[in-house]
């Protein structure tokens, strides 16, 4: 794992505040290979957004971020804003949010975020580069050069997402974290802004982090699939592998409660009963033991290690059948 | 963007001749009618009743009077004061001038003063509540109160400023010297408004940069790596403005009638003293023409605040 | 959050269930830990105590003129004497009576007013709604004090008909917020539910709308509370007052003149006013953080 671009190590974030401290992600390790594309999977809750911003570092200033986070080699676990900014935001990692017509300040054109992007990261760009650059991003994502002089609310749901995934793109990262990039898009939108990714992805060999709560569509894009589930990874693997043999019963579950064209008719959707644990309070037990249909003693008593079940496929699970080494 | 304004315009038409209706019945229907005040103690003859009523078309039903008043004012004419006999077009206007220099000047100070503190307050906790606690006091400040609590310490014990009027009467200033003059005895009653609406500005500002810091493009453009600084002060700032603005715009269209206690405390000689003369006289003519130009200078405000809005919020101007 | 979600996601409870809940749930909370909000409530409990009792803790009959004239504040004469030798001290006790009773029953019939007005124009619609409209904006632009001082000067002064002035030409805003609810609540499955089922619409207005989206407008009239407070004041320093009885507003415009020689006057019941007026803007903000959850966030 040593030609991995971003490796996370025993990663805890704490939300602070006075009364309540909430975990919101509990000792995750992941790391992503360049070139990669991973799918990070969870319901909303389970951390998957908080995991995908610490790594640029935008999240609260009460929250505590302990473990490890390489970049490149790069430490970002306790880097000052200053240092963030310049050696990480945007030029290394950039981000594409959800809901692009609140991504963007409302009373300032698309043009001036860019420039004071562009601006913010190299004082010496001249007018003429940055006219350049900007109408070469609208090209690549397919919009004319004009749009730039809009106003967010003058452009469509799809067009202000290609919008934000040209800003993303303005100083060709090598990785960018899509957080769900597309989830408040039409199913048609939904496709095209996807195949957009898949070809930029493809054409600057970019090393994508998707972030959905819906496992179909990452697994169409995805090379692995990473679970989330109450704060921890309880799977991580193959998209196939995931998706056809699933380690752990919560992503098992997840996958019996996607509709299906082969399921007999009039078959009925399953939902996962059970609620999700108090992640206000210290854990001994399996996260998912309280909804799990194939929970035994020793579920209760601790948390589970990661165990493999093929090589390069885990499962935070004590039923997970260890691979032997070969 | 010219149809949005011209829209305005036409949902305010019918507005207004309601705002003229009611008023005007509410002033006539009351009991009291300004002959037997203006009479006083002196028991008129019933002739001399008479001829007075018909004069000033007293005799007539209310509604006949209400649609003789539209017709004058149509022609511009407000009436004459039934107690001087002036026009009322002039009595008010010599009034206006120091009116609008005491409320405007005011307003721009509050404006500015409110914002700037909410700014500074906004990311030093400590001077937030100090400014908080302040404000709430400020606020909670009947405006006459406080312009006889500034006369006590500004005037009478510190002696730094006059304590009433608008100019000394006992000098006969001209030019600069004039206008200095006008400044220092404007300095008191402009000062209480001040710290009257202040904390308005303050609350409204605070809050709207709260609410701002919390959208999301202020995490986008954190995430794209430009400083706090920076976004604080190009995108934060303008998007937090707006309820500011509309603040500001709507005091201005109060800003005949908001300074009336002020304007009685420091025996300012504007319209608010204008309009208690008149009440307590029944000058209907008077009171008729103030109501008429606060109505308008408040629609004149909505108006101009829903401009300079289309101005700073795209949202509005590409309706 | 999601809880909080949650919370306005789900079925509104029955009136009953509604006024029960406050005693557990988040709401109270955000109240008490608002900050402004249990410190008003203090103040106004106090001030209510104060007002009620004033009879038996004034040291001397506000209304007996035998002491010293212009007495400055000593340890007889707490807060001093005035121009015709009455105690201040027991004068501003006797006001609070006044004020309180004054701000709370306009401020309750601006709220009484407003509701109707606005529930029925919200939940209605149609012409109803364009007349109740029009004529709500039109006391929106009407500044009140102007209206109250004109016609408190014609039909006397009169603390009934002060009272009834300023709840008339302030329940505009009341208005404007109860129908921003009803046109909300009016598409909530719950209400179209109980229309389906055929309940009447009146019913509907009185036993769903007014009682959900009344909220807004209890923040609001906190608020007019202290503005009626402030309103009375303005017109007892102009004179126009009920003569009957004291006021803190009538007590600070006797004093005016005697601002050279004799301050306390003015002084006194002025400071009386900012805190009965600042108690109430402090609840006023601590219901608002109540009602608004993100706010609340905000401070912490």
Redesign the interface.
């Known amino acids: 794992m040593s030609d991995a671009l971003l490796e996370i190590e025993h990663l805890n974030i704490v939300y602070g505040g006075s009364q309540r401290q909430v975990t919101a992600v509990n000792d995750a390790s992941l790391a992503i290979r360049r070139g990669e594309v991973v799918g990070l999977v969870g319901e909303s809750g389970s951390g998957k957004s908080t995991l995908a911003n610490s790594i640029l570092g935008i999240l609260p200033r009460t929250t505590a971020i302990t473990g490890s986070m390489r970049f490149n080699g790069t430490e970002l676990v306790g880097l000052s804003e200053a240092e963030i900014n310049k050696q990480v935001r945007w030029r290394e990692i950039s981000i594409v949010f959800q809901k692009a017509l609140a991504a963007l300040s409302p009373v300032h054109r698309i043009d001036e975020h860019m420039i004071d992007i562009l601006r913010a990261h190299d004082p010496s760009l001249s007018n003429a580069q940055i006219r350049d650059r900007m109408a070469k991003l609208m090209t690549l994502v397919r919009l004319p050069p004009e749009t730039v002089r809009s106003y967010p609310h003058q452009l469509s749901g799809g067009m202000l997402q290609r919008i934000m995934i040209a800003m993303s793109l303005l100083f060709d990262p090598p990785f960018v974290i899509l957080d769900e990039a597309t989830t408040a898009l039409d199913v048609l939108t939904q496709r095209q802004i996807l195949n957009e990714i898949r070809r930029l992805q493809r054409e600057f060999n970019l090393t994508v982090l998707m972030i959905s709560h819906d496992i179909a569509a990452v697994a169409e894009n995805a090379n692995r699939i990473v679970v989330m589930y109450a704060s921890q990874i309880v799977e991580d693997g193959p998209a196939d592998a995931v998706i056809n043999a699933p380690s752990h019963p919560y992503t098992k579950a997840l996958l019996s409660a996607l509709p299906r064209l082969d399921a007999p008719a009039g078959g009925r959707i399953k939902s996962i009963p059970g609620s999700l644990p108090d992640l206000s309070r210290p854990l001994n037990q399996c996260v998912f033991a309280p909804r799990c249909s194939a929970a035994i003693d020793v579920c209760w008593k601790a948390v589970p290690e990661v165990r493999a079940s093929a090589p390069g496929h885990t499962g935070k699970c004590v039923l997970v059948n260890e691979a032997q080494p070969q | 963007m010219l149809r949005y304004l011209l829209r305005q315009i036409g949902t305010m038409i019918?507005?207004f001749f309601?705002?003229m209706l009611?008023?005007f019945f509410?002033?006539h229907l009351?009991?009291?009618d300004p002959v037997s005040r203006y009479s006083g103690n002196f028991v008129l003859t019933a002739d001399a009743r008479q001829a007075l009523l018909e004069k000033y078309g007293l005799d007539q039903p209310v509604p006949v009077q209400f649609v003789r008043y539209l017709a004058t004012l149509a022609q511009g004419d407000l009436g004459k004061s039934m107690l001087s006999g002036r026009e009322v077009t002039d009595m008010i206007g010599e009034r206006l001038p120091a009116t609008l220099m005491l409320t405007i000047s005011s307003s721009i100070l509050a404006f500015l003063g409110g914002n700037l503190l909410a700014v500074i307050t906004a990311r030093r906790r400590k001077l937030d509540l100090g400014a908080?606690l302040v404000s709430?006091?400020l606020?909670?400040?009947?405006?006459?109160?406080l312009g006889?609590?500034l006369?006590?310490v500004f005037a009478?014990k510190l002696n730094w400023f006059p304590t009433s009027g608008y100019v000394n009467s006992r000098e006969q200033y001209t030019g600069l010297r004039y206008a200095l003059d006008v400044l220092d005895h404007l300095a008191l009653p402009c000062l209480t408004l001040v710290l009257v609406e202040l904390p308005g500005y303050y609350r409204v500002a605070r809050?709207s940069i709260?609410?701002v810091r919390?959208?999301?493009?202020i995490?986008?453009?954190?995430?794209?790596?430009?400083?706090?600084g920076?976004i604080f002060r190009?995108?934060a700032l303008?998007?937090a403005l707006l309820p500011s603005v509309t603040l500001f715009g709507l005091s201005l269209?109060?800003a005949l009638?908001?300074a009336?206690?002020v304007e009685?405390?420091f025996a300012w000689p504007g319209v608010g003293r204008l309009?208690?003369d008149s009440?307590?006289k029944?000058d209907y003519p008077v009171?008729m023409g103030?109501?008429l130009v606060?109505?308008v200078s408040?629609?004149v405000a909505?108006l101009l605040t829903d401009i300079v809005y289309a101005f700073?919020?795209?949202?509005i101007r590409?309706q | 959050m999601d809880v909080q979600k949650l919370d306005t996601l789900s079925h509104p409870r029955s009136v009953r269930g509604r006024l029960l809940r406050p005693f557990q749930s988040p709401a109270l909370k955000r109240f008490m830990r608002s900050g402004y909000g249990p410190v008003g409530l203090v103040m106004l409990i106090i001030l209510i105590v104060l007002a009620t009792l004033a009879p038996m803790l004034a040291p001397r009959d506000p209304f007996s003129i035998d002491g010293p004239r212009l007495t400055a504040p000593n340890a007889d004469y707490v807060m001093g004497t005035d121009n015709l030798g009455r105690d201040i001290f027991s004068d501003v006790l006797n006001g609070a009576r006044v004020s309180l009773l004054i701000g709370v029953i306009a401020a309750g019939i601006s709220a009484v007013l407003g509701i109707i007005v606005g529930s029925i124009s919200g939940y209605y619609g149609g012409w109803i709604d364009i007349l109740l409209s029009r004529m709500t904006e039109v006391f929106l632009i009407t500044p009140s004090f102007f209206l109250i001082i004109v016609v408190v000067a014609t039909l006397g002064s009169n603390i009934l008909y002060i009272m009834i002035v300023i709840g008339l030409t302030t329940w505009a805003t009341n208005a404007r917020l109860m129908r921003v609810s009803a046109l909300a609540l009016r598409q909530r499955t719950f209400v179209q539910a109980a229309l389906v089922l055929g309940e009447p619409r009146y019913r509907i207005l009185i036993r769903h709308v007014i009682p959900n989206g009344l909220a807004p407008v209890i923040a609001n009239s906190t608020l007019l509370v202290a503005n009626a407070i402030l309103i009375e004041a303005g017109l007892s320093f102009l004179g126009l007052g009920d003569p009957n009885t004291t006021s803190w507003g009538q007590m600070v415009y006797v004093g005016q003149s005697y601002v050279r020689n004799a301050p306390w006057i003015s002084i006194f019941p002025g400071i009386a006013i900012v805190i009965t007026v600042m108690s109430f803007y402090l609840i006023g903000d601590g219901i608002s953080a109540m009602l608004n959850p993100r706010r609340q966030l905000l401070d912490e």
């Open positions: 019918p507005t309601l705002v009611i008023s509410l002033i009351a009991p009291g908080s709430y006091v606020y909670s400040m009947p405006t006459f109160w006889i609590i006369i006590i009478t809050a709260g609410d919390q959208e999301d493009f995490t986008t453009l954190r995430a794209s790596g430009l400083s706090q920076k190009r995108y303008k998007n269209g109060y009638s908001g009336a206690l009685i405390v309009t208690l009440v307590l029944r009171l103030i109501y606060i109505a408040v629609m909505i700073i919020d795209p949202r590409y």
